[in-house]
């Protein structure tokens, strides 16, 4: 009896042991989930689906809002709150499996005043790691702010989250992510076109 209880211990102290060795994602993108998100709710489908059937790189997704949380299917997305944008960042610097190559993090709209000092200090923890950080502001009309500079070595601006994440993974600065060709000229309009039952 005394060995079957020794050889499970022994058992459980490798599975604490080696699920320590499991590798970080290479991307994390993390999707604002704040209030004025519900809108784009069925464009958080459409690239969550998508991210499955295409993206080679291996990466996972947070929902962030006042708090942050790890996405692994749509039902995981609860839309409510403000963009609290250093919950991310702290979500992956806390990753015990280490640090992604880089970072996407979708976003309309910006953090209140006492979260960005936050926000701007730990990207920067990030980007001193080497963590390459791109901001996919979905609107095309936003200009460039002094907050957008500091967090991030891109900035993209664009309508539609999937086509933001394509252009912020085209970028020079994610070259090393060496991401799928298939996934970054994917033609959008075809697969909402496969969507749409008819």
């Known amino acids: 009896m005394e ?3 020794l050889t499970f211990m022994m058992v459980c102290v490798f599975l604490l042991n080696s699920s ?3 590798l970080p994602p290479q991307l994390v993108i993390g999707i604002d989930v704040s209030g004025s998100m519900m809108k784009r709710y069925n464009q958080m489908l459409d690239m969550i689906h998508l991210l ?5 790189v291996p990466y996972e997704m947070y929902a962030f809002s006042d708090s942050c949380q790890r996405l692994r ?6 839309i409510g709150g403000g963009t609290a944008t250093s919950t991310f960042f702290n979500e992956v610097l806390k990753d015990k499996r280490g ?3 880089a970072i996407v993090m979708i976003t309309d709209g910006f953090p209140n005043a006492e979260d960005a000092p936050i926000a701007v200090k730990l990207a920067d923890k990030l980007r001193k790691k080497g963590v390459k950080i791109c901001v996919a502001f979905l609107d095309k009309n936003q200009q460039e702010t002094e907050f957008l500079r500091k967090i991030a070595d891109v900035r993209i ?3 539609n989250m999937i086509e933001a994440l394509q252009k912020c993974l085209s970028t020079k ?3 090393t992510l060496k991401v799928n060709e298939d996934f970054l000229n994917f033609d959008l309009n075809s697969y ?3 969507q749409i039952p008819f």
């Open 3 to 5: 060995r079957v209880v």
């Open 20 to 22: 320590s060795l499991a």
């Open 52 to 56: 499955k059937e295409k993206l080679k």
């Open 73 to 78: 299917t749509e039902k995981d997305i609860i």
């Open 99 to 101: 640090l992604p190559k």
């Open 157 to 159: 601006f664009e309508d």
């Open 173 to 175: 600065a994610m070259k």
């Open 192 to 194: 909402i076109k496969q």
